[in-house]
């Protein structure tokens, strides 16, 4: 029997896909509606509309079981709770970039994840090099853009 893989999440994240998924399915009756409106027209071979809802029906029905799968798999993770001097998933952690500018990222899951915000996937190329590492540890990581050297400087639980 397959091992089902526990997905590392914060409880926002646990929170913003429920949210999705509740949208999701109050959306579903009115797909349905929609439909059964564009049955009615007649000829369904060349009903743009009822193709279109027949889409997006599949769009929220592969939705809905990719976000019900994540939750089932979820394993919520408070930083508050965690502690220690090496860098787990949840952490905040200060960076020295080549120039010894700061720059500060939250080890967040994969559904989480927005680069904008500083918040890295722990399967990112970053976050697996930083995962384990301690303050002043050098971090090597290739990305798409080439080579990029980082010093930790500070690691929080925030």
Do not use: C, W
């Amino acid at each position: 029997m397959a091992t089902v893989e526990k997905m590392p999440m914060l409880a926002e994240g646990y929170e913003t896909l429920s949210v999705e998924l509740k949208r999701l399915k109050a959306e579903r009756p009115l797909i349905v509606d929609a439909i059964e409106e564009a049955r009615a027209h007649g000829d369904l071979s060349e009903n743009a509309e009822y193709h279109a809802a027949k889409e997006r029906q599949g769009q929220i029905e592969a939705s809905l079981s990719d976000i019900e799968d994540k939750l089932s798999r979820a394993q919520i993770i408070d930083p508050k709770e965690l502690s220690g001097d090496k860098i787990v998933f949840g952490a905040t952690v200060t960076l020295l970039d080549d120039n010894a500018k700061p720059v500060k990222y939250q080890i967040v899951g994969q559904t989480e994840a927005n680069a904008k915000t500083g918040r890295i996937s722990y399967n990112s190329p970053l976050g697996r090099a930083l995962i384990g590492r301690k303050v002043d540890e050098e971090v090597e990581v290739t990305v798409p853009s080439g080579d990029r050297y980082y010093v930790v400087s500070k690691i929080e639980f925030i």
